[in-house]
């Protein structure tokens, strides 16, 4: 069952699901009359009820309060009735639990230690019944929660985050009321899981990556002399070993000689080019920094990029395009299927590109450029104070509130900030115009957007965070030509004949397409991980965040 079942489930009336097993425990009239007054399962429901009705008033964190509202309307909905009543369903949860840490989450969030503890000791009293009803329901809840939207909540990290989606999250419970009436735990924990193939592919690579870590992962390789092809080295066998650890240097070559061979330099390639650094077979100082990243440091960077994953890849649409930040490429999907790929470049670590979605609406040929606020405020307007040439240089006129160019020396530059600065800054089109020739407009809050740009050698550097936020990309009329899916009107032929008049104008596209700007540092290509440099230094904050234990379950009033 996939995501559209999913959205199908949600559908499903309350009703049609309340009715779950019997109560929690072993006598034969009680499984018969659980709601009777003076029964064990009333008892239990008494216990159940009184939980909630004090829950309200907890202090707790707003996924916590979310979590506890989402077992209170179930619990409501069935009568306050215990839920875990037969072991088969606590075994399936049990072992979900404990197979989520392939999917980089921590078992013990899910009240494991406890679980076991009741299973090995069966709750005797109603209070004791009820607490590990609970806890079996929230642990239940929370692993589908961390499996379909992830455990770390991305907005804490993040204010510009804009995917996520309380509709989705708060249905939830319905797929508890679901596994619960049909007894089907492990699968609906299976089917929570994300199934894009690019998230099963890292998977693998962790387990991959883990099993290196436990075997004792690899030996550090000293710096020195650059490895260059013919180079001798005593830290050649090191380094062959090394390479055979991460599949870059295949093992059936036996090879045992302290030399730099054209075989080393092509294993050192491949390296390169699956870790973001210049591919030239060279290996000097960065490469082998690279190199030295331990196996577990490896395996830590695939388990938060496995949490990425999650905040958004089952929401993916059949037609998109996605930029990743960390890995400075832009792919373009149509119906679910990969069409084509280009370098990016990206904001400087001081200007960052913000991560979020926007939609893709209408492209501009031949733009004309107004410099921005943040651009005006750190650059221009500090470059015109020092130097009138800045305007000369970049071609800039100043263009007053009704449209008139005004002359630039005219204005008394000391007297303004971005803030009152009653002009605008406008570039001509052109080649020479920071935009380029096209630029592809996504309306949103950042002022954001894709472009050309006539620095084209600036690609050919492996780390490209160069620009101010916006995205420039390599190849521009490619893309015009995939998002504008039009072979007849807006050929390749069409579009650049516009381009060729040197008219600004803007051309819609038939429909709206979603652009995803992500920031992924691992990444699956079939059953090669592709690391990337934390150019932003955001995996810090969120492995310590996906480390975090999640608070105790506190199960206090009502005699527990």
């Avoid at 003076?38 to 008033?57: K, M, V, Y």
């Avoid at 692993?143 to 995917?163: C, E, I, M, Q, T």
């Avoid at 050929?491 to 038939?510: F, W």
Wanted: hydrophobic share 40%; with cysteine.
């Amino acid at each position: 069952m996939g995501f559209f079942v999913f959205l199908l489930l949600l559908l499903v009336p309350v009703q049609a699901v309340q009715a779950g097993p019997t109560p929690l425990n072993n006598q034969a009239g009680a499984r018969k009359t659980a709601s009777a007054e003076g029964t064990p399962g009333s008892a239990i429901a008494e216990q159940l009820r009184c939980h909630f009705e004090d829950a309200a008033t907890r202090p707790g964190s707003r996924e916590r309060k979310m979590l506890n509202k989402e077992l209170a309307r179930f619990y409501a909905a069935r009568g306050y009735q215990p839920v875990w009543t037969k072991p088969s369903m606590i075994a399936e949860l049990i072992e979900a639990a404990l197979e989520a840490e392939n999917d980089g989450l921590i078992p013990e969030d899910y009240h494991i230690r406890e679980i076991r503890g009741f299973s090995s000791q069966p709750p005797a009293t109603p209070e004791q019944q009820a607490k590990y009803d609970l806890l079996l329901s929230d642990a239940f809840l929370t692993l589908a929660y961390h499996l379909r939207f992830g455990k770390v909540d991305p907005v804490s990290l993040d204010p510009n985050w804009n995917l996520s989606d309380p509709v989705r999250r708060s249905a939830l419970e319905f797929r508890l009321q679901e596994a619960i009436a049909a007894g089907r735990i492990k699968t609906v924990l299976g089917e929570l899981r994300p199934q894009h193939r690019k998230y099963h592919d890292l998977k693998n690579g962790l387990a991959r990556y883990r099993a290196i870590a436990r075997a004792g992962g690899w030996a550090k390789i000293p710096q020195g002399e650059t490895f260059r092809p013919g180079t001798r080295d005593h830290r050649i066998p090191l380094l062959r070993k090394r390479l055979q650890e991460s599949g870059d240097f295949p093992r059936r070559v036996a090879d045992t000689s302290s030399v730099y061979t054209s075989v080393m330099a092509d294993a050192v390639r491949r390296y390169q080019k699956r870790n973001g650094l210049e591919s030239d077979g060279v290996a000097g100082k960065a490469t082998v920094r690279e190199l030295n990243i331990s196996a577990e440091e490896r395996v830590d960077q695939i388990r938060l990029n496995l949490e990425r994953h999650r905040w958004f890849i089952s929401d993916l649409e059949p037609t998109y395009v996605l930029v990743n930040i960390a890995g400075f490429t832009l792919h373009y999907v149509e119906n679910g299927s990969y069409r084509w790929s280009t370098r990016v470049i990206v904001g400087k670590p001081y200007r960052e590109t913000p991560v979020f979605k926007a939609d893709m609406q209408y492209i501009v040929l031949n733009p004309e450029w107004v410099i921005p606020p943040t651009i005006l405020a750190k650059d221009a307007l500090p470059a015109i104070r020092k130097s009138r040439s800045y305007l000369d240089r970049k071609q800039l006129r100043v263009i007053d509130s009704k449209g008139r160019v005004v002359n630039p020396s005219s204005i008394n530059w000391s007297q303004y900030s971005a803030s009152n600065f009653p002009y605008r800054l406008q570039q001509s089109a052109g080649d020479h115009g920071a935009l380029g020739r096209i630029k592809f407009m996504m309306p949103n809050k950042h002022v954001i957007y894709l472009h050309d740009t006539p620095t084209k050698d600036l690609f050919e550097k492996s780390t490209r965070t160069f620009s101010s936020g916006c995205i420039r990309v390599e190849n521009p009329l490619d893309l015009a030509e995939l998002v504008l899916q039009d072979t007849l009107q807006w050929s390749r032929r069409n579009i650049e004949a516009a381009i060729g008049t040197g008219k600004t104008g803007t051309v819609n596209l038939p429909r709206r397409i979603p652009v995803f700007l992500l920031y992924l540092t691992a990444v699956a290509e079939g059953e090669e991980i592709f690391f990337r440099e934390d150019v932003y230094s955001r995996d810090g904050r969120l492995l310590k965040a996906l480390d975090m234990p999640v608070p105790g379950y506190k199960v206090e009033s009502c005699g527990f």
